[in-house]
């Protein structure tokens, strides 16, 4: 089975334009989560999603959003991008959205902001 | 407040000698879920092992080994006889309330020479 798959790659944007990233679950998984990882730091928790809903949102600016769609895959859109947002955003699945469940991450798109 | 410390920033052997990787947790729950990734330079996180706050009990998986102790709060993980291949970055994390947003520490950058 594919593991979590995550598109593009690599995104090099302006400041100030927008940006949507895209995550497609294991399949069987309904839970979706969002992290940035800037460089040399540990990834910190953007959103988490589940059934479509909104289940946890972390300390991030609203021009972080996100939504889940009836097959499960993901989108993260970020508006008015700042240098500050160049990072890897990782996406991760997991069977369920409570803390038990293990989540497995995909390779993660590198953005970087000019 | 919910926090992982990793204090070990870089570790640095050579092949063959035994590495142990430290993270020191803080959390108000009782009940939460203790994790280690590996990040290779691809940049994807591999789970490596999950562990509840119920079960103390060390565990064992081939050359790894991880050291769950409430008493201080640590969960430390060990390679024995490390490989070139285990050079990566460790990350030690816990999740959140009764969701599965997971704290991550800072990571430490193990590098095993040949």
């Known amino acids: 089975d594919a593991g979590v798959t995550q598109s593009p790659t690599h995104l090099i944007k302006t400041r100030g334009q927008h940006v949507t990233l895209r995550c497609s679950p294991i399949?069987?998984?309904?839970?979706v989560s969002w992290y940035q990882q800037v460089l040399g730091q540990g990834p910190q928790f953007i959103f988490q999603y589940y059934e479509k809903e909104e289940r946890g949102r972390g300390n991030f600016p609203d021009r972080f959003s996100a939504r889940q769609f009836p097959n499960y895959s993901s989108e993260l859109n970020v508006n008015a991008l700042l240098l500050g947002d160049s990072a890897l955003y990782l996406c991760?699945?997991?069977?369920?959205?409570?803390?038990?469940?293990?989540?497995?991450f995909g390779p993660g798109t590198r953005l970087t902001v000019t | 407040a919910q926090k992982v410390t990793q204090a070990q920033t870089e570790i640095s052997v050579v092949e063959k000698e035994d590495v142990t990787l430290d993270c020191v947790y803080e959390t108000r729950d009782t009940t939460y879920y203790l994790f280690w990734y590996k990040q290779p330079p691809s940049g994807e996180l591999v789970f490596l092992i999950r562990?509840?706050?119920?079960?103390?009990q060390n565990e064992i998986s081939g050359r790894y080994s991880w050291n769950f102790q409430k008493s201080t709060s640590s969960f430390n993980f060990t390679i024995t006889a490390s490989q070139v291949v285990d050079s990566a970055v460790y990350f030690c994390a816990l999740t959140m309330g009764s969701q599965g947003n997971l704290i991550f520490g800072k990571g430490t950058k193990l590098s095993v020479k040949p």
């Open positions: 399949s069987g998984h309904k839970s």
């Open positions: 562990r509840n706050s119920f079960d103390e």
């Open positions: 991760a699945s997991s069977s369920a959205p409570d803390r038990s469940h293990e989540q497995y």
